[in-house]
């Protein structure tokens, strides 16, 4: 069996390797999402990755419900944050950057809004060498 093949997006700063799974990467300029699967030229599921203080920007700026809305466009799609769940929760006043109540409920609006999204019909982007 062939190892399955992750495109990494160009503008990833500190890519996961996957070097121990069946699966092999290449660094791509992807149309949405920081990791993709493709089936042929078509990506067919995509992962944004966030760290904590990230999406905490992305959800205040905005950012987030544009890149959830060109998620929205994939059969399979996800948001992966990475940092300890209990860390989210904490105060405003924490040191390190956490959730407030504000940004949960701005996380849910953006996730309502893309379900909703027009764009959901246009179809899955098509792969194109932006390296």
């Given at each position: 069996?062939?190892?399955?093949?992750?495109?990494?997006?160009?503008?990833?700063?500190?890519?996961?390797?996957?070097t121990h799974q069946q699966a092999v990467t290449k660094r791509w300029g992807l149309p949405c999402g920081d990791y993709a699967v493709t089936d042929g030229e078509q990506v067919v599921a995509?992962?944004?990755?966030?760290?904590?203080?990230?999406?905490?920007?992305?959800?205040?700026?905005?950012?987030?419900?544009?890149?959830?809305?060109?998620?929205?466009?994939?059969?399979?799609?996800?948001?992966?944050?990475?940092?300890?769940?209990?860390?989210?929760?904490?105060?405003?006043?924490?040191?390190?950057?956490?959730?407030?109540?504000?940004?949960?409920?701005?996380?849910?609006?953006?996730?309502?809004?893309?379900?909703?999204?027009?764009?959901?019909?246009?179809?899955?982007?098509?792969?194109?060498?932006?390296?």
């Amino acid at each position: 069996m062939e190892d399955l093949q992750i495109l990494v997006d160009s503008h990833e700063r500190y890519p996961w390797r996957f070097t121990h799974q069946q699966a092999v990467t290449k660094r791509w300029g992807l149309p949405c999402g920081d990791y993709a699967v493709t089936d042929g030229e078509q990506v067919v599921a995509a992962v944004e990755r966030k760290s904590l203080a990230d999406l905490s920007s992305s959800l205040t700026s905005g950012k987030l419900t544009y890149a959830v809305a060109e998620l929205s466009d994939l059969p399979r799609a996800a948001v992966v944050v990475e940092d300890r769940y209990h860390r989210s929760s904490r105060s405003s006043t924490c040191a390190r950057p956490c959730l407030t109540s504000a940004h949960q409920d701005m996380a849910g609006t953006t996730s309502v809004w893309a379900k909703s999204s027009p764009t959901k019909s246009r179809g899955s982007p098509v792969v194109t060498d932006r390296a």
